[in-house]
């Protein structure tokens, strides 16, 4: 068959026309495609990132949990490491913090306190005749003694041995003196029966004041000072509480 000029350009433009609409549908299809993968991408990116802050917040919820343990678990030793045993008040070291703390407080806002250092008499030969549980049972009674005469705010602590310590707050020499004074009256009047025998004890108490320009340490050795002259005094004959003329420095 023959076509005219004409004719065949009419079958050509329609070709190109045809193959025109493939490309463009094929490119419309890519470009489809392309637009769904990069939707995919930003949903998964999405996903991620929300599974990720996720992760992260319940790490650092587990990271709060363990270091609240821990920090109780130190404030648990901390404590056992700052109290007595037996007798379940200060030991040394947890009465000379807290006197460190009271000193602080004093000298900030112009506070007054005292502090009183007690020794226990005649408990060595408690010791010697019935066994250190007879001991035990003398200092547990001493200690229920001084602590119904102090406020909850005062401390009362061991500081070794048969040798114990009171921070009392807001009391004037005067009174600190009356206060020691009654605390041997008190423990004076305590007898233990053992083994059939009735035993008596009591304890000789040393006052300091703490004023602005006390020091922990310095204080304790005064206390313990006037401690041993009212020990000396109790030993001979009865004469009035030792004590420092002077606030403690």
């Known amino acids: 068959m023959s076509f005219g000029p004409d004719l065949r350009a009419v079958l050509r433009n329609s070709m190109k026309r045809k193959s025109g609409v493939k490309t463009s549908r094929a490119a419309k299809r890519q470009k489809d495609a392309a637009a769904g993968n990069a939707l995919v991408r930003r949903a998964t990116s999405a996903t991620l990132r929300a599974a990720v802050k996720d992760d992260v917040k319940a790490e650092i919820r587990r990271l709060k949990t363990q270091l609240a343990k821990a920090t109780a678990r130190i404030e648990e030793l901390q404590a056992a490491a700052e109290t007595d045993f037996l007798l379940e008040i200060p030991n040394r070291r947890g009465f000379e913090r807290e006197l460190a703390r009271a000193i602080s407080y004093i000298q900030r806002y112009h506070a007054a306190g005292a502090l009183i250092v007690l020794d226990v008499d005649r408990l060595k030969p408690v ?58 009256a008190d423990v004076d009047g305590l007898s233990f029966a053992f083994e059939g025998s009735t035993v008596g004890t009591g304890v000789s108490a040393g006052v300091v004041l703490l004023g602005p320009h006390s020091e922990a340490g310095r204080a304790l050795a005064d206390a313990d000072r006037a401690m041993y002259v009212r020990k000396a005094q109790r030993r001979h004959e009865a004469q009035p509480l030792a004590s420092t003329s002077r606030t403690a420095s």
């Open 127 to 184: 010791n010697d005749q019935f066994g250190h549980a007879a001991g035990d049972e003398v200092l547990k009674a001493i200690v229920a003694v001084l602590s119904r005469q102090i406020r909850s705010s005062d401390v009362i602590g061991r500081l070794g041995g048969d040798e114990f310590a009171l921070l009392l707050w807001n009391l004037s020499e005067t009174d600190a003196h009356a206060k020691a004074a009654a605390l041997e």
